[in-house]
């Protein structure tokens, strides 16, 4: 498999990114569907600490953050560093699939194991004019790396061209003028031992969930309505993915960035030129199938890097004008 996903399952369909390995969907529904995904997409392995160097007798001054099937080094961390269990981030989860108010979709490893994530479908959606519909997820992320936390957050993703719209929204669903900070349902720093506390604020994630898509529908629903000139999308676009660009530019002008946005914004899979829905989604599809080295790189910036950030811009810029 590619380098950066280094394993990785999947139910249903292939994924947008054509990556991993498939699994029935009986398999990850229902009381074992959280151990079935992880033993499917081969992450039950558990990570321990070792001590790298020592100073002042036995004080340790660093560890090494090894994966204990196969002693890899995963990562160098602090002395006071408690590594997070994939089952334990997982355990997120456990609640809605054993319910069966969702199933993991997609499970995997990115970076040598660095990067640990599941993707459950809620089972819920909504459609915009002319039948576009969007699906809601949770997606749980888990990096065995120092300084980044567990989290959990709500992911939308337009069926027509599985795009993942890969941002937590926050705030007063109301206020659909504005788009929310990029703030996660669920976190968990590696402070503390991982323990049912920690997931305490999972129990209402359902329900938050729920009013994301909801808030995410109306914001949906302004953009549509949006009129978005070539001119416009040149000025939305420009700032994030080519900041080199000064001033006023034309079609004929723009970088090779901009010109294959804006034939993404005209041809791609369910395109809507003309309007700021459509230009979201040109965005959404040059990150999640165009930009980068690779698949499996796209994917990792898609969902945990660079990629989520500029989709997130690109949203608040088309809401705020």
């Not at 054509?18 to 392995?45: C, H, R, T, Y």
């Not at 100073?55 to 408690?82: F, M, T």
């Not at 900041?243 to 034309?250: D, H, R």
């Amino acid at each position: 498999m590619a380098h950066e996903v280094e394993t990785m399952a999947y139910t249903n369909k292939v994924p947008w990114h054509g990556l991993g390995f498939s699994i029935d969907q009986a398999e990850v529904s229902g009381p074992e569907g959280v151990e079935n995904m992880l033993e499917a997409a081969k992450l039950n392995w558990n990570v321990t600490t070792e001590p790298l160097y020592r100073v002042s007798g036995e004080q340790v001054s660093a560890q090494a953050l090894v994966r204990v099937s196969d002693n890899r080094v995963l990562n160098v961390v602090g002395p006071s560093y408690i590594p997070t269990q994939n089952h334990e981030a997982f355990s997120f989860f456990n609640e809605f699939v054993e319910a069966g108010d969702a199933y993991i979709e997609t499970a995997g490893s990115l970076r040598g194991g660095r990067y640990v994530w599941g993707l459950a479908n809620l089972g819920q959606s909504f459609k915009l004019a002319g039948g576009d519909e969007v699906k809601g997820y949770l997606l749980v992320g888990s990096p065995h790396e120092q300084g980044r936390s567990v989290i959990m957050k709500f992911t939308p993703v337009r069926v027509v061209c599985n795009n993942t719209l890969s941002f937590a929204l926050a705030g007063d669903s109301s206020k659909t003028s504005k788009a929310g900070a990029a703030t996660p349902i669920a976190r968990h720093t590696h402070r503390s031992a991982f323990s049912p506390d920690a997931i305490s604020k999972a129990k209402e994630t359902l329900g938050i969930a729920r009013e994301q898509l909801d808030q995410f529908k109306e914001q949906a629903t302004i953009l549509q309505k949006k009129s978005v000139s070539t001119q416009d999308a040149i000025d939305v676009l420009a700032p994030i993915f080519a900041p080199n660009f000064i001033g006023k530019m034309v079609e004929e002008s723009a970088s090779k960035k901009i010109r294959q946005l804006l034939d993404i914004n005209r041809f791609a899979p369910g395109a809507q030129p003309g309007n700021a829905w459509g230009l979201l989604n040109a965005a959404t599809y040059y990150l999640d199938h165009s930009a980068g080295r690779s698949q499996d790189n796209r994917l990792s910036s898609a969902w945990f890097g660079d990629g989520a950030s500029q989709k997130l811009k690109v949203l608040k810029v088309l809401l705020d004008a």
